[in-house]
């Protein structure tokens, strides 16, 4: 359902739940350490999401940055390594997603198809192969 639209409120609309107010020059962290298995890209998936939809973002940004993270998090599982450390900095205008692989022995390994995707679905993708890190950024659909 798609809560853009005229006449299709969303939460915040109705005042059931409120979204913060972050002054301009305000940037917040959210920090998360899971373990490098498929069954925990699931909580990265919804924090993303929830961060996202709690600061007001659109739908469609908010699903950009569900199927990123994804992306990210699948890219990651995929290697060596024991557990993911995610960082999301969060500011007015943009979300900024931080991403290694903790224990990784071997490079970072990404086909065209992922990289296609998280170029479409997110803005200033870095990847760094050697040190198993991805930096990303969505910027509000007005920021672009």
Do not use: W
Not at 19 to 32: A, F, I, K, Y
């Amino acid at each position: 359902m798609n809560h853009d639209r005229p006449g299709h409120p969303t939460p915040y609309d109705r005042g059931a739940v409120s979204s913060p107010t972050l002054d301009p020059t305000d940037e917040q962290t959210v920090d998360l350490r899971v373990p490098a298995l498929p069954a925990y890209a699931r909580i990265v998936r919804l924090a993303a999401t929830g961060l996202a939809a709690r600061l007001g973002h659109s739908y469609d940004d908010v699903e950009e940055l569900r199927i990123g993270v994804g992306e990210i998090c699948k890219l990651l599982i995929e290697g060596d390594g024991k557990d993911l450390e995610i960082r999301f900095t969060i500011s007015p205008s943009a979300i900024g997603v931080r991403a290694r692989l903790n224990g990784s022995t071997s490079p970072l390994r990404v086909d065209d198809l992922s990289l296609q995707i998280l170029v479409t679905v997110l803005d200033d993708v870095a990847i760094d192969h050697e040190r198993a890190l991805i930096e990303a950024t969505l910027k509000r659909a007005t920021s672009r």
